[in-house]
């Protein structure tokens, strides 16, 4: 798996198939973004989201955090390269 060569990003996926084992009650209704449609021969991969650390943030009501927003990721000069493990 391609993003397995990356553990200080996104990494490999935490979960493979059986979205219901990691909490996930129906993933054809997501609580961000939007709804993909996962065909009979396709198994779902899960990775961890910077969502969840979002909203604790929030929860904390600190008065400055630097994060992201969903579907907007970090941008820098960096190359891949230099990650790659």
């Known amino acids: 798996m391609v993003t397995s060569h990356f553990p200080r990003m996104h990494g490999s996926p935490i979960q493979v198939g059986y979205p219901e084992m990691i909490g996930i009650n129906d993933v054809t209704h997501p609580d961000y973004g939007d709804a993909i449609v996962i065909k009979e021969d396709e ?12 909203n604790v943030i929030t929860q904390m009501k600190l008065p400055f955090a630097i994060t992201h927003a969903p579907g907007h990721m970090f941008v820098t000069d960096k190359k891949d390269s230099e990650y790659y493990e």
């Open 43 to 54: 198994i779902p991969l899960f990775w961890p989201c910077g969502v969840t650390p979002q």
